[in-house]
């Protein structure tokens, strides 16, 4: 049984930081390409962040991008998004996305395996 459970979130002032976690179990993490999407109340589901399973391609979202980072660890079956300068604007619940690809997609369509989600909300 795959299980993609997401850690890490919770209320954070406008400029600071948060870290994610994503813990994977029952797939072969290290040939399984990594997402982290996010959705705020009313809005459709977006792309935050992709990595390759060899952690060497790493894809952005233009809402992010510079001030968050990705990356894995395959040897604890473990997804991270680092997260800084956080805005209100950041402020969804985060689901971490797994496929059996090669390739980083952009759209959620693509991913065969999704966590729960944790709640990040950032505060001014």
């Known amino acids: 049984q795959v299980q993609l459970v997401e850690s890490g979130g919770g209320l954070v002032q406008a400029g600071g930081s948060l870290r994610l976690s994503c813990a994977a179990s029952g797939l072969p993490f290290s040939h399984y390409t990594m997402g982290w999407f996010r959705q705020a109340p009313g809005k459709e589901r977006e792309f935050v962040a992709g990595i390759s399973w060899s952690g060497t391609g790493t894809y952005y979202g233009d809402s992010v991008k510079g001030r968050v980072t990705i990356s894995r660890d395959n040897a604890k079956n473990t997804v991270y998004l680092q997260m800084n300068s956080l805005k209100p604007e950041d402020t969804a619940v985060y689901y971490c996305?797994?496929?059996?690809?090669?390739?980083?997609?952009?759209?959620?369509?693509?991913?065969?395996?999704w966590g729960q989600g944790t709640q990040v909300t950032v505060f001014s």
């Open positions: 996305a797994g496929r059996s690809g090669s390739t980083v997609v952009l759209q959620g369509t693509g991913y065969n395996y």
